[in-house]
């Protein structure tokens, strides 16, 4: 399995724009398609953004469309969601997922390799 590590979480305002970084290592990155998932205290985790191995036609939830943007660099075996437009409900650890498959799968049960999480916080 692949490790991933998250970084670039912190306290923001809304409004406010804030990009996490997801790196991995210890296997052939091209061969996942990954994820970005949340999680708000007392609820279920939930699906933000995936991308292809390519990194063509990422897929979004319809919470983030229109303010997330996700995308990878291959050459550093990285993937990033840069958040504009940050509000109150998007306050939540960020965590990154793998899957070494072609398609980009919107259930946790989907992906086998995780990341520690990344919090962000939005106040109002």
């Known amino acids: 399995q692949v490790q991933l590590v998250e970084s670039g979480g912190g306290l923001v305002q809304a409004g406010d724009s804030l990009r996490l970084s997801c790196a991995a290592s210890g296997g052939t990155f091209t061969y996942y398609t990954m994820a970005w998932f949340r999680q708000a205290p007392g609820k279920e985790r939930e699906f933000v953004a995936g991308?292809?191995?390519?990194?063509?036609?990422?897929l979004y939830a319809d919470p983030v469309k229109g303010r997330f943007t996700t995308s990878r660099d291959n050459a550093k075996n990285t993937i990033y969601l840069q958040m504009d437009s940050l509000k109150s409900e998007d306050t939540a650890v960020y965590y990154c997922?793998?899957?070494?498959?072609?398609?980009?799968?919107?259930?946790?049960?989907?992906?086998?390799?995780w990341g520690q999480g990344t919090q962000v916080t939005v106040s109002s």
């Open positions: 991308i292809s191995r390519s990194g063509g036609s990422p």
């Open positions: 997922a793998a899957r070494p498959s072609f398609v980009i799968g919107v259930a946790k049960r989907n992906y086998d390799s």
